[in-house]
């Protein structure tokens, strides 16, 4: 997330993408995953910037602590998904 963060602070169009466990990056607590205690003012960050996150439909969690922040999300299936990544200019995949 923190990459994703730099190159939208530049003059790029990013589409950020959570599947499987990355969904998790909305969680409440970030403790943790990697980065857990930067989690939070990346998010800001991207909400400031009006940078929604795709997620992964059939992963969304069902508990109610996930994206407690009201995060935009968009749901995608992993067919869109694969549309997102092959209309790509590029993409980074982590």
């Known amino acids: ?43 800001a960050t991207l909400r400031g910037l009006g940078v929604p996150f795709h997620v992964d439909a059939a992963a969304v969690p069902a508990d109610p602590d996930w994206n407690a922040e009201g995060h935009s999300v968009i749901p995608v299936s992993r067919e869109q998904i694969a549309d997102l990544v092959r209309t790509a200019r590029r993409c980074l995949v982590f």
Request: aromatic share 4%; proline share 0%; no cysteine.
């Open 1 to 43: 997330m923190r990459i994703g963060v730099g190159i939208v602070a530049g003059e790029n169009d990013v589409v950020f993408v959570l599947t499987d466990g990355a969904v998790h990056l909305l969680d409440a607590d970030t403790d943790e995953l990697v980065d857990g205690d930067e989690i939070a003012k990346f998010r």
